[in-house]
């Protein structure tokens, strides 16, 4: 999978690397490297970003899963900007790994969370 980038500074070997297409986990290094770079500045953020929605856009469910785990690393690390643009994108990342969509039986579902489940303050987003 090719990404385009319009900051040069983005690292696509890593990109492309996170996003093969087979049942191994992505290397701990190209993690590392993959949020060192998002750090740097927004726009390379921003960049890594869309090729991770890319990743979760595909057909196969081995990208989803590496697309997610990416964006969750990304986020955890305290990245506000990636943290953001996440933000704005979880309808649409819902939708591309089949979520319950917020308002539904589902979504609303006993299964889903325990009456005991710890609350996330509101100012995080749920997601990340």
């Known amino acids: 999978m090719w990404f385009w980038s319009k900051s040069s500074r983005c690292n696509r070997d890593y990109l492309y690397k996170a ?4 049942d191994q986990p ?3 290094y190209v993690v590392a490297g ?20 890319q ?3 595909s057909n196969s469910w081995s990208r989803k899963m590496k697309g997610l785990k990416l964006i969750k690393a990304i986020c955890e690390s305290g990245n506000h900007a990636f943290r953001k643009y996440t933000w704005d994108t979880v309808a649409h990342v819902e939708a591309c790994v089949g979520a319950p969509q917020r308002g539904t039986a589902m979504h609303h579902s006993p ?3 325990t009456p005991d ?6 100012h995080f987003p749920p997601h990340c």
Request: hydrophobic fraction near 40%.
């Open 34 to 53: 993959l949020i060192d770079n998002a750090a740097e500045t927004d726009e390379i953020a921003y960049d890594i970003h869309k090729a991770c929605i």
């Open 55 to 57: 990743m979760i856009s």
């Open 117 to 122: 489940a710890p609350k996330t303050p509101s």
């Open 26 to 28: 992505i290397p701990g």
């Open 19 to 22: 996003s093969k297409d087979d």
């Open 111 to 113: 299964l889903r969370a």
